[in-house]
């Protein structure tokens, strides 16, 4: 069958045995394959932009600069189509260079330098032909200069329909391909080719709802995305092609949620609970109404009979943590046991000890234990009796309470905080440990999700599709704005002697900085020093702690609690303090070469202060070189880095942190591991194409609310094409 595709490839108008082989090298081995080798980009007269204009934004955005450093975007690619009027080779003391000068009618003229492979480029470039130019100029010596850009050459008749107005594809060309010498024009000429021969355009959905969404046909949105006639039938061609790529995932959440919804049975919990009120009526402050809302949503899951699956979105400081406890305490009323998993040791022990203060405050007796590594023996006996007994009702954990045969009695309501991975298979896991615990086969447990950032939205409706979201979009009303300021190096003493009067008023500071050495050794050394300088050098007067991630989680412990209980009015830490640790009257936090930290990180440090109602402040230290364009760092590693200092200066705000976040990194950094769980989008973007994700994914539940399993015969094709598409992905819980 493969071979036959291949000689058919071989056929082609234009093709032939040897170019075949190229374009198998490149992964086209069928037709087919050519027909959805889409192109990467286009070239339209109309989006082209003239020398002249390209001139003037890059002289306007280097003007803006200089006042307002976090108004820039990153450097552009410019693409424009012009004519080579002059080739010279110029030679230098040591190098020389290939320069075209070229021009496009426009009131300027440009450049185009070559200081490699002269001999090649020499060749293939003459005055007089008709060039596009993809690449991200420069102004040198006030003339626009590209550095060996992207560039193709424009036969005569193609020039020509260019001038009327024609969109022309652009296509990645492999090594291979050019070895074999298929040029931009000889590509786009085979798929044209490919397209007239190939008949098997299939649909990939039901006639109905290409009418309703007003689609063009499969064939039409090929075509016209390799050869459109004209910008609006592009854009409706990108538009289905994207739809789909995210309405077929979209459709598999939304399948999976409901197949757990019609499928599963949750464990009942009433909302009344003496125990949740007893410590809310015990607390010093009054929730929110976010946290209230939030906590009624919870109850609605528990009172439903059915399982929840909910994502608790909040930002920094939101006060997950009280919603966790008072809807744990509701579970515990009701007979159950509840559990708790942190990220990290240093995490767990944070819940641990703040839960127990609450539940201490509320005079209320109910048991919490800790199931960590490295505890001993004889205390993990002991924890291990009364989980099983029953007598221990919040067992607070890391990843090792799901790993580890703890034996659960009961465990009806189970948090995950903060940033873990959380797919169908770690549920599946869940589900089973909390059912043998449970002993009853059919009763599924209730599983709350907490972020410990909030995640863009786009990403929320992919990874986490098929939760159900809660947002607390509230902070406590006694919290200040914390106070940011990037500052250079040369502010350092200023910074110091700031530092220094705060803490004089009775407030504490963490000074932060990241890990840059290669190996553990190197980083304890490194840390150890810091500190010791810090410590010596800087602030003698103060007692100073240190808190690293080489320490044990005792010993961390110990600096935790010295910091809280005011011993140390300095806490010298790594990155360990960045997620959940709660002093409130430590209000300053430094950071060190913060252009170093991720924004969802900064953000996060950040929140370690602004806890109580003094005023917080948030110093972002950065290195002088920083401030100005530099030959040794890369430029658009500095502005990236701007952006992220300058964003924090300017919001506190972590949804809107979360979106710029999203932009500078894109979706796979900034989702970690859990990328593992999302497909890949190979048309579709998360950061561009919100609104088509919204359109798609109510579609997709308008479908599923109509047709829980697709059963309907209307709806086989997509049926079909879910089945398809991820019957092999760990993601897919299968179609009743
Ligand atoms: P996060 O959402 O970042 O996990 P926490 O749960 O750690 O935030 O809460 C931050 C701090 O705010 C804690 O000291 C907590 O006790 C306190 N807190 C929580 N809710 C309120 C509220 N409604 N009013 C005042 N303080 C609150
Ligand atoms: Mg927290």
Redo the contacts with the bound molecule.
């Keep these: 069958m493969k071979k036959e595709q291949i000689s058919d490839l071989q056929y082609l108008k234009g093709v032939g045995p040897k170019r075949a082989k190229a374009l198998n090298e490149s992964g086209i081995i069928t037709i087919r394959d050519l027909v959805y080798y889409f192109p990467r980009s286009y070239i339209a007269r109309d989006e082209a932009k003239t020398i002249n204009q390209i001139f003037r934004e890059i002289a306007e955005t280097q003007n803006s600069q200089s006042q307002q450093i976090f108004d820039f975007t990153l450097q552009k690619e410019y693409t424009l189509i012009c004519k080579i009027t002059m080739k010279q080779v110029r030679q230098f003391s040591r190098k020389k260079l290939l320069q075209l000068t070229i021009y496009d009618g426009s009131s300027r003229y440009g450049r185009i330098n070559f200081w490699n492979r002269i001999e090649f480029f020499e060749k293939i470039y003459q005055s007089g032909q008709y060039i596009v130019v993809s690449g991200v100029p420069e102004i040198d010596y006030s003339v626009l200069t590209f550095t060996h850009p992207e560039i193709e050459i424009i036969e005569p008749d193609e020039m020509e329909n260019f001038q009327k107005g024609a969109i022309l594809p652009k296509y990645r060309i492999s090594d291979a391909m050019r070895r074999a010498g298929i040029t931009m024009n000889q590509l786009r000429s085979i798929i044209r080719n490919a397209i007239a021969n190939f008949k098997e355009f299939e649909e990939s959905l039901p006639q109905k709802y290409l009418d309703i969404l007003k689609f063009p046909s499969v064939y039409d949105t090929i075509r016209a995305l390799h050869f459109p006639k004209s910008p609006d039938e592009l854009s409706a061609a990108r538009y289905r092609i994207k739809f789909e790529e995210f309405f077929f995932y979209q459709l598999l959440l939304t399948l999976n949620k409901k197949k757990i919804q019609t499928t599963e049975r949750g464990v009942t919990i009433p909302a009344k609970s003496n125990l949740a009120r007893t410590l809310y009526a015990s607390l010093p402050?009054?929730?929110?109404n976010a946290?209230k809302r939030v906590i009624r949503e919870i109850c609605d899951d528990f009172g439903s009979a059915r399982p929840m699956n909910r994502l608790l979105q909040?930002d920094?400081?939101?006060?997950?943590?009280?919603v966790a406890l008072l809807t744990m305490l509701i579970a515990i009323d009701a007979g159950y046991q509840v559990a708790i998993m942190a990220p990290t040791e240093i995490l767990a022990e944070q819940h641990f000890l703040s839960f127990k203060k609450f539940i201490e405050n509320a005079k209320l007796d109910i048991e919490i234990v800790q199931v960590v590594s490295g505890q001993k023996a004889s205390l993990r006996r002991k924890v291990f009796d009364d989980i099983a007994t029953g007598r221990a009702k919040i067992i607070v954990g890391t990843h090792a309470l799901f790993q580890n045969d703890i034996p659960f009695n009961k465990l009806a309501y189970v948090i995950i905080d903060e940033q873990h991975r959380f797919g169908v298979s770690q549920r599946a896991e869940l589900i089973e440990i909390a059912r043998k615990s449970l002993g009853d086969e059919n009763l599924s447990p209730h599983i709350l999700v907490m972020s410990a950032t909030p995640i863009p939205r786009t990403l929320t409706m992919t990874a986490y599709g098929e939760l159900d979201v809660s947002i607390i979009n509230e902070l406590?009303?006694?919290r200040k704005p914390i106070l940011t300021k990037v500052a250079f190096d040369d502010t350092r003493d200023e910074i110091y002697s700031f530092i220094r009067s705060e803490i004089k008023n009775g407030r504490q500071a963490y000074i932060v900085y990241p890990l840059v050495e290669k190996s553990e050794k190197l980083e304890l050394k490194a840390a150890t020093e810091h500190f010791e300088f810090i410590q010596r050098e800087v602030f003698s007067e103060f007692a100073c702690g240190l808190l690293h991630g080489q320490m044990f989680w005792y010993e961390k412990e110990e600096a935790m609690q010295k910091f809280a209980g005011g011993e140390f009015q300095i806490l010298v830490a790594t990155t360990v303090i960045e997620v959940?640790i709660?002093v409130?009257n430590a209000t300053i936090m430094l950071i060190e070469d913060a252009e170093r930290f991720g924004l969802s990180q900064l953000h996060q440090l950040r929140?370690r202060v602004g806890?109580g109602s003094e005023q917080s402040y948030c110093i972002l230290l950065t290195k002088d070189k920083f401030k100005s364009k530099m030959k040794n760092i890369d430029e658009n590693e500095r502005l990236a880095a701007l952006v992220r200092l300058r964003t924090m200066e300017r919001t506190n705000n972590g949804f809107e942190i979360a979106e710029v976040d999203l932009k500078l990194r894109g979706p796979g950094d900034i989702l970690g591991k859990r990328q593992s769980g999302l497909p890949e989008f190979k048309y579709a973007d998360l950061v561009e194409d919100r609104e088509i994700l919204e359109a798609a994914r109510s579609f997709a539940a308008k479908i599923i609310e109509d047709d829980p399993n697709l059963s309907k015969s209307e709806n086989s094709l997509l049926k079909n094409q879910v089945e398809q598409k991820f019957s092999s992905s760990e993601n897919f819980y299968g179609i009743a």
């Excluded at 402050?285 to 929110?288: A, G, K, Q, Y």
């Excluded at 920094?316 to 009280?322: A, F, Y």
Aim: aromatic share 4%; net charge positive.
């Design positions: 402050f009054s929730l929110t946290q909040g920094v400081g939101s006060g997950k943590t009280i406590p009303k006694n959940g709660d409130p929140g806890r």
